[in-house]
C-alpha cells in the first residue's frame, strides 16, 4: 500500500501553521486518535527530540515513541516512529499562498509494521488513518483560524 496523502487550505501565514503544528504538545488537540503527548528526550519539537504519543483505536490505547528527523521552517517536518509495533512516519509540507498570508497543508503518511504490526496495519491501521486524516487536518484548520493555537 502506498503513502496516506492529504491537503488542507488554511488562511493563516506559514510562519503559524508551521509553529502549532510541529509542537507536539498540540497533536491531541486536533488528531481524534491521539491522547496525550509525553516528551522523551531533548527538547520538544527540535531535531533529534523524542516524545511518546499515546493514541486510541477503538477501544485500546497505545504509545509509540516519535522521533523528530528533519524540521525546515516553515516549509517541512518529518517525525518518524522508533518503536512499539505499528511505526508512524509523518511527512508535511507547507507551501505560502496568497503572498504567505495563506498556508497549503500537505500530510504524507506512511507506517512500517513489527511482529504483530505486520498484519495490523493493513487491516487495521491504515483504514483509520485513511478515515482519520481529513477530519484531523479538517480540525487542524478550524483551530488555526479561530486563532486558538495557545
Do not use: C
Not at 491521539?34 to 477501544?59: E, F, L, N, Q
Not at 528527523?69 to 507551501?95: A, K, N, T, Y
Not at 504567505?100 to 503518511?109: C, E, N
Request: zero cysteines.
Amino acid at each position: 500500500m502506498s503513502r496516506i496523502n492529504a491537503s488542507v487550505d488554511i488562511s493563516r501565514p506559514p510562519e503559524e501553521v508551521f509553529a502549532y503544528i510541529t509542537d507536539p504538545g498540540h497533536l491531541p488537540d486536533w488528531q481524534d486518535s491521539a491522547v496525550r503527548v509525553t516528551p522523551r528526550s531533548g527538547t520538544p519539537g527540535a531535531v533529534g527530540s523524542r516524545v511518546a504519543v499515546t493514541r486510541r483505536m477503538g477501544k485500546r490505547e497505545f504509545e509509540t515513541t516519535m522521533q523528530v528527523m528533519e524540521l525546515d521552517p516553515p516549509r517541512s517536518w518529518h517525525v518518524h516512529g522508533v518503536d512499539g509495533p505499528v511505526r508512524g512516519d509523518v511527512q508535511g509540507r507547507i507551501e505560502p499562498l496568497d503572498q504567505g498570508t495563506r498556508s497549503r497543508v500537505t500530510i504524507s503518511l506512511d507506517f512500517e509494521g513489527h511482529g504483530i504490526g505486520k498484519a495490523l496495519v493493513p487491516l487495521v491501521v491504515k483504514p483509520a488513518a485513511r478515515k482519520e486524516m481529513p477530519r484531523d487536518e479538517e480540525h487542524l484548520k478550524s483551530i488555526l483560524e479561530r486563532g486558538a493555537t495557545g
